[in-house]
């Protein structure tokens, strides 16, 4: 059985739920640990019981140290400062566990994950970490970094702790949303692995397996696509049952990974709802300026939307 880490707070429950549908359709046997970020997604993903589901409170493994940084730091950024935390809290809760995988919630699984494992089992390594792969016209690895926090497998091992525990303590020390010299919320930390690291730390080598909006139509212009995963940043749901994003040019193949996510998301709204959960949604900004923001993203094809 693999185990797997994520972590969010009531809005983003629907992307958390589509998340573990994708699990169970190409990652059975799994057990995905959510670590509830307020009390409130605690007490949605209780009532719904999900199935493969085990819920770690926020309040039970938070620590003097992670106390101490929390009030002067956004949501997002003390997010982010959990994130190396996650995955030791799941290998100190489920001792069978040989390994564990964080999960940006906002991934969504097309095929299985186990094709990843594979190349990482065979790489006799300890931590598997994988590659932005930016698409030239989106290339800000200078500021966000190369490799991007999303699909980190980590070994019950002591090199493996070695590099958690480092991780840990720069994300204690500085985790902010904001661009300096060598560091970029918990992220940028990562260019250092592979020569900090050399004999714990592999790169994915299958850079189209793992796509994002960011370098996806690249892939696609080059044969087809076949993803074991689409990492949809900055896709929200906003009022009115319609959800997309914008900031990418999205090939037709690449909306179409789209087409199927929001399909999915809206089957998981609908379920949500009926069971009397609420679920977060952007507003829509009014006014003309935002109308004509609107029509340049879809004639530009700088965007995609959708009603759920």
């Not at 900090?196 to 996806?216: D, E, G, I, M, Y």
């Not at 995963?229 to 994003?245: D, E, I, K, N, T």
């Not at 990974?257 to 379920?271: H, K």
């Amino acid at each position: 059985m693999e185990h797997y880490v994520t972590l969010f707070d009531q809005s983003f429950i629907a992307m958390g739920l589509a998340l573990h549908r994708s699990l169970r359709a190409h990652a059975r046997p799994f057990r995905l640990w959510v670590i509830c970020m307020d009390e409130e997604v605690e007490r949605s993903l209780a009532q719904l019981g999900l199935e493969d589901v085990g819920l770690i409170p926020l309040r039970e493994i938070e620590t003097a140290r992670l106390l101490a940084v929390k009030n002067g730091r956004t949501r997002g950024e003390y997010c982010w400062t959990m994130t190396p935390f996650a995955p030791e809290v799941v290998l100190a809760r489920a001792p069978d566990a040989a390994r564990v995988t964080y999960l940006d919630t906002d991934l969504f699984f097309f095929d299985r994950p186990q094709i990843l494992f594979d190349e990482f089992e065979a790489s006799g390594k300890h931590v598997l970490i994988t590659d932005h792969a930016y698409a030239p016209e989106y290339d800000v690895a200078e500021q966000s970094g190369r490799f991007c926090v999303q699909f980190m497998t980590f070994r019950r091992t002591a090199p493996s702790l070695e590099v958690l525990h480092s991780w840990q303590e720069q994300c204690l020390e500085w985790c902010y949303a904001r661009y300096e010299p060598d560091r970029f919320g918990d992220q940028k930390y990562l260019d250092a692995w592979p020569d900090k690291f050399p004999t714990a730390v592999h790169v994915l080598r299958q850079t189209s397996k793992t796509l994002a909006p960011w370098n996806a139509s690249y892939f696609a212009a080059r044969g087809p696509l076949h993803p074991v995963l689409y990492h949809f940043q900055g896709f929200r749901l906003v009022a009115g049952r319609l959800a997309g994003s914008v900031g990418y040019r999205l090939s037709a193949p690449v909306r179409e990974l789209y087409r199927r996510y929001t399909r999915e998301l809206g089957r998981v709204v609908d379920e949500l709802e009926g069971r009397g959960i609420a679920v977060a949604r952007v507003p829509r900004p009014p006014g003309l300026r935002q109308a004509l923001r609107d029509l340049r993203d879809r004639l530009t094809g700088n965007a995609y939307w959708s009603r759920i």
